[in-house]
């Protein structure tokens, strides 16, 4: 059987999710790591963050995937008072490459995933970011729930569904709902297009007073699951996709946790 490379794997990578789906301001794709160097083991995590790393070291990894990049701007120096710098020369010295799937794979895979989760029924995209022969594709998905239920009741269900130990629900928790939408990640900007569709209760992350307060003042309701709540769903999945693809392939998953704690 022929020897499976970096470029073997993220060749199939990004036939499935293309660069050219991702938002400009993106930075998907290989982020450190020769093309060429042979593959055995990989890890799938949401951040390269210094435990992801160390664990790829520990467990002889060679491939590390994750969701988010390893850096959106620029990098002047690569030395150990950087963060980012500290993390490359951490990778590069352990021999592991990096390679991240942001947002191509929020409009491919993600939205979609997370309505499937909710269970909505006649889901729609809820913002399009790009139309090719294939169809259209876009962030969050935008559908009905089984039945109606109140605000409170919906917001056990995406606990229930994400594995969440809370969420800050912006407006009255006794108001039915039916018509969501669902953003992983970080969703203000989600906010005008979820009000354009007649959206009931929108279920994202990151979401700051003030921008909660003038959705619900608009007939928003919104539901913050944080940032880490909906979009660790990326870990299982593509641990998944990567065994399913790539038998030959040790793929390993790292467990992680909402980054903060509530006192």
Same mark, same amino acid.
């Given at each position: 059987?022929?020897?499976?490379? #970096?470029?073997? &794997? ?10 050219? $789906? ?7 794709? $290989? ?27 520990? %467990?002889?990894?060679? $491939?590390? +995937? ?11 120096? @690569? ?12 990778? /590069? %010295? ?41 169809? %259209? ?6 559908? $009905? ?22 969420? *800050?629900? @912006?407006?009255?928790?006794? *108001? ?5 939408? #669902? ?7 989600? &906010?005008?297009?979820? +009000? ?28 913050? /699951? ?8 990326? #870990? ?9 693809? @790539? ?17």
């Amino acid at each position: 059987m022929e020897q499976l490379t #970096v470029k073997t &794997i993220t060749d199939e990578l990004t036939n499935e999710y293309p660069y050219e $789906l991702a938002m400009e301001w993106d930075n998907p794709g $290989l982020q450190v790591g020769r093309i060429e160097a042979p593959v055995t083991k990989v890890l799938v995590a949401l951040d390269a963050t210094d435990p992801v790393i160390a664990r790829c070291a520990e %467990e002889g990894v060679q $491939l590390l +995937l994750t969701h988010h990049p390893l850096t959106m701007q620029g990098i002047r120096q @690569f030395n150990e008072g950087d963060l980012t710098g500290r993390r490359v020369l951490a990778l /590069a %010295e352990n021999r592991v490459a990096h390679f991240a799937m942001h947002t191509n794979y929020d409009v491919v895979t993600m939205g979609q995933l997370a309505g499937d989760m909710m269970c909505l029924e006649q889901q729609k995209i809820l913002e399009v970011t790009a139309t090719t022969d294939k169809g %259209e594709y876009g962030i969050g998905r935008v559908g $009905l729930l089984p039945a109606w239920c109140t605000a409170a009741s919906c917001c056990e269900k995406v606990k229930e569904v994400f594995g969440l130990d809370g969420i *800050r629900l @912006f407006g009255d928790p006794q *108001r039915k709902v039916r018509y969501i939408a #669902v953003s992983p990640g970080s969703g203000k900007s989600m &906010i005008e297009p979820a +009000l354009h569709m007649g959206v009931d209760l929108l279920v994202t992350g990151d979401i700051g007073h003030h921008d909660g307060l003038d959705a619900v003042a608009k007939g928003l309701l919104v539901a913050d /699951a944080g940032h880490y709540g909906i979009e660790h769903i990326f #870990v299982k999945q593509m641990g998944e996709w990567m065994r399913e693809r @790539f038998p030959e392939l040790d793929v390993l998953e790292m467990t992680e946790q909402e980054p903060y704690i509530t006192i």
